[in-house]
């Protein structure tokens, strides 16, 4: 009965082991089309994406998006390490490429907001600037933009089911 118990725990071990790399062979792959998708969004950018919002608050949403993949990423390696060197970290150094991608899809945000002062859909940027402080953990500036998404959004618009759905995800994981 011990030896089945052993077998039992080793399997799980393994199968958990396989899908763990299985799981970042997909998150690998997630960015490698989310790289193609970003230039593909540079180049629009630059061509015609001068005078049509949408492909900027695109691109806001590609970076973020990369910039919580690469969270991940540097999270798993982060939690490899053992606490007493964990405690030595710079968490800003550790975390230093996906907060590289969550400050351009934010600065991006800026640039639409200033650039499109007129776009209907500006709440579409304030979600995406919300969202980035959310990941940055500065969750004053993420109350501040939440707040002016629903101010700014149609009521059964989807940024605005979105932002409320943020905004719970928000309350319920900092009530636990």
Known sequence: MMKLKYIIVIFSLLFSLVLSAEDLG??????????????????????????????FVRLMYLLIEKGKLLREKENDKYLKISPKKRSGINKKTFYKKSRKFLVKARKVA?????KFSTYSGKGS?????????LELGESNKFYTNIKKVFKLSKKGSKTYKRSGIKLG????????
């Not at 800026?110 to 200033?114: D, E, S, T, V």
């Open 26 to 55: 997909r998150r690998d792959a997630h960015l490698k089309i989310l790289d193609q998708e970003i230039g593909e969004m540079i180049r629009l950018t630059k061509n015609v994406g001068k005078e049509n919002p949408v492909i």
């Open 110 to 114: 800026n640039f639409g907001l200033k």
């Open 125 to 133: 940027f304030y979600h995406g600037i919300s969202e980035v402080y």
């Open 169 to 176: 995800e928000y309350f319920f994981n900092k009530q636990r």
